[in-house]
């Protein structure tokens, strides 16, 4: 059983940035994939990012690439979503999850455990 708690969401301006973590319980957090996804008000959950168990390869939705880094550190049970440039349709209750066996890491449904969620909001 793994348990997950995100941190570092708030109120931020747009061009501003923020960091989220996602501090997991248990000591086989690495051998899971991890992913954050996000539920804007009115919207369907959609994925963000996710990350291989090493951290060797990363996946972005469209809509964050290249302004939204994921990163893992396994000695500390923690992943990261660095998000730089950020836009006021960025907005939303950011989640992060983990799978113990994903074939896609786009879809929700492939991911075991999630975390409670962290706000995020970003002002025009």
């Known amino acids: 059983q793994v348990q997950l708690v995100e941190s570092g969401g708030g109120l931020v301006q747009a061009g501003g940035s923020l960091r989220l973590s996602c501090a997991a319980s248990?000591?086989?957090?690495?051998?899971?994939?991890m992913g954050w996804f996000r539920q804007a008000p009115g919207k369907e959950r959609e994925f963000v990012a996710a990350?291989?168990?090493?951290?060797?390869?990363?996946v972005y939705a469209d809509s964050v690439k290249g302004r939204f880094t994921i990163s893992r550190d396994n000695a500390k049970n923690t992943v990261y979503l660095q998000m730089n440039s950020l836009k006021p349709e960025d907005t939303a209750v950011y989640y992060c999850?983990?799978?113990?066996?994903?074939?896609?890491?786009?879809?929700?449904?492939?991911?075991?455990?999630w975390g409670q969620g962290t706000q995020v909001t970003v002002s025009s």
């Open positions: 999850a983990g799978g113990r066996a994903i074939t896609s890491y786009y879809s929700e449904g492939e991911y075991d455990y």
């Open positions: 990350i291989t168990r090493s951290g060797s390869s990363t």
């Open positions: 248990g000591r086989t957090f690495s051998i899971y994939p």
